[in-house]
Each structure stands twice: as structure tokens, then as C-alpha cells.
């Protein structure tokens, strides 16, 4: 059995236990054990238990975000030792890349990374694809590392069981809980924030590597906006983003392929959703085109699937 340390920052903490959730059947087929932070116990020496896991562990996953660079502790202490045992060829680190962020200039920018090419988590439209790819990884990583002798496997078992007071506790502490009327109307808010901000970023990065393309971007008011694609001088592509109560609900965000939200139609349409552990984003499903699953969204799949619908004539 591989034992597998989780190298994350506090910020990440969602997305760490989502992909641990994924890591499941590794588990119940003895292939891992895995240990992170949240393991030790009150009491517990922070750093002496970090280091010890660390140490023990064939397998370190880097969870790699823009928190974890900026991290020292991370960084400095965690990062460059898990190095230092991946150049001894005593570990295997894994860079798994959660958001976008400037990570190829870091130590292990010259390790291949997971997901595919290195897209990171987040910019999934379904993030259970991604952490479904990063598994597999994981799992083929542990497949090509040398077999331990028998001597060194009973030296680890004993170990794993020699300090059992700071670490017999389960990782699956999730509970369910009931979300207010206010967290929704707050995350639908926030959703249409985001989609506004990924709208214009997108707009000015396609703008800037398509010298004969000219865009515009505009607030028609507090909950809706409009976008426009020009080729050559001829407008290709226009859409209008809105919620409230111009969709069929008022906890809805509506996407349509006219640049005028006052008309009140559209193409697609995103509602808020949970699961009993997480306010997340679903789409009506009108798009059919657009390949989309009908799972849950992340306020970054979202804002990609209506990006998606915008530029599609243009990508035909």
C-alpha cells in the first residue's frame, strides 16, 4: 500500500476533500492510504507530524493554486522537500493544478502535471471530469513504483501503527446542511458577478490574439450585461447575460443570443442547485449542442458554458 500526502493550502480545502471523495476506490482496494493536515490531532506537534508524514509517504500531491504559491509554509517547507525526495527517486510528486496560476516557473514546473496538459481543475466545466483524470493518474503513478521488500513493508506497517493516537480519524467529516434563502440569493449574485468579470477578461484575450477582431463589453445595468464580437468591422457573434425576473424564475441566470437583455428571451438558463453540502449551478439544458452533461456546475463551468454558446458560430 502507497501512502499518499496531501500538500494543499487552507484556501483549497473544498477542492481537496472533492478530490479525496475521488481517491475513494484507491482506498478500498488497499492500492492508498492518504494523510493531510487536518489529521492531526488537538495537541498534536504541527510540524514534527507534517514532517514525519512526508517522509513516510511514496506519493505527494502538490494541490497547485495561486494559495499554494503564495503560501511559505507550502512552499518552503513542504514543496522543496517533496522535491528533494522526487530527485532522490524516494517519492513521486504529482502536481495537481486546481486554477490558473504562474506555476511553470516554479521547482516542479518540469514535472508533468495532471489534469491533461496541466488545464487546471477549475476550468472544467464538469469538475468531476478532471478529478476523475487526476485519479487515474495516481493510480498509474502507483503502479510504476518499485516493489517494496518485505523488510520494508513490515518496517512501514509498523510505523503507520507505532503513533495510532494522532491519527485514527476519518477524512469524511462532511455533513449536510440546509442553505437560506439569503446563501442563495448571495451565490446567484455572485455567480452573475463572476460570469461578468470571465465575460470581459475573455472578450480583451480574444481581442488581443486576433489582430482583426474588435470587441465590445457593456453593463446595461445592475443585473445584466451584453457582448459583442466584430470581425473585419462585421459583427459575429452578440449575447446578453441576465437574472432575476426576466427568466422564468428569479433564481435563475438566463443567456441569450441577442445583445438586448430587455427583450426578456433566452437560449440557455442556469439555476442554483445543492446537494445538501454545496451551492453549485445547473443548466436548464436548451443547449443541447453544446455537449454539456447535466451535472452540477462550478461558477467557472458555468461562465464557460455561456461562453461556449457565444462563440460557437465563430469556432463552426
Not at 522535491?83 to 493544478?97: L, R, T
Not at 513490515?154 to 494522532?166: A, I, V
Not at 442553505?179 to 463572476?194: A, C, I, T
Request: aromatic share 10%; proline share 3%.
Amino acid at each position: 500500500m502507497a501512502r499518499l500526502f496531501f500538500s494543499y493550502s487552507h484556501k483549497d480545502e473544498t477542492l481537496r476533500n472533492e478530490l479525496e471523495t475521488h481517491l475513494a476506490l484507491l482506498k478500498r482496494q488497499g492500492i492508498i492510504s492518504s494523510w493531510h493536515d487536518r489529521r492531526i490531532m488537538a495537541g498534536g506537534e504541527l510540524n514534527k507530524s507534517i514532517s514525519k508524514e512526508i517522509e513516510s509517504s511514496q506519493i505527494i500531491l502538490l494541490l497547485v493554486s495561486a494559495n499554494f504559491l503564495a503560501s511559505d509554509y507550502c512552499y518552503e517547507k513542504e514543496m522543496i522537500r517533496a522535491m528533494e525526495k522526487h530527485e532522490e527517486e524516494s517519492a513521486v510528486v504529482i502536481p495537481v493544478i486546481l486554477h490558473p496560476c504562474d506555476w511553470h516557473s516554479s521547482p516542479f514546473g518540469k514535472l508533468r502535471a495532471t489534469p491533461t496538459d496541466g488545464k487546471p481543475v477549475s476550468m472544467y466545466a464538469n469538475q468531476h471530469e478532471a478529478f476523475s483524470i487526476v485519479a487515474k493518474d495516481i493510480r498509474e503513478a502507483i503502479e510504476n513504483l518499485p516493489k517494496p521488500t518485505a523488510s520494508e513493508t513490515n518496517k512501514h506497517e509498523l510505523e503507520s501503527h507505532s503513533d495510532t493516537s494522532q491519527n485514527v480519524r476519518s477524512s469524511n467529516l462532511r455533513i449536510k446542511r440546509k442553505f437560506s434563502d439569503h446563501e442563495r440569493d448571495n451565490f446567484l449574485e455572485n455567480s452573475y458577478d463572476y460570469m461578468a468579470l470571465y465575460f470581459e477578461g475573455s472578450l480583451q484575450e480574444l481581442a488581443n490574439r486576433n489582430p482583426h477582431i474588435k470587441i465590445r463589453f457593456k453593463r446595461l445595468d445592475g443585473t445584466s450585461f451584453a457582448a459583442f464580437i466584430y470581425s473585419s468591422g462585421d459583427k459575429v457573434a452578440e449575447c446578453s447575460v441576465y437574472y432575476g425576473n426576466r427568466g422564468f424564475g428569479s433564481n435563475t441566470i438566463a443567456f441569450s443570443h441577442s445583445g438586448d437583455a430587455a427583450l426578456g428571451s433566452f437560449n440557455e438558463q442556469i439555476s442554483v442547485v445543492y446537494d445538501g453540502f454545496t451551492l453549485q449551478l445547473k443548466a436548464l439544458g436548451m443547449s443541447v449542442f453544446s455537449g454539456q452533461s447535466n451535472e452540477p456546475l462550478s461558477q467557472q463551468g458555468a461562465a464557460e458554458l455561456f461562453w461556449s454558446l457565444f462563440i460557437r458560430n465563430l469556432q463552426a
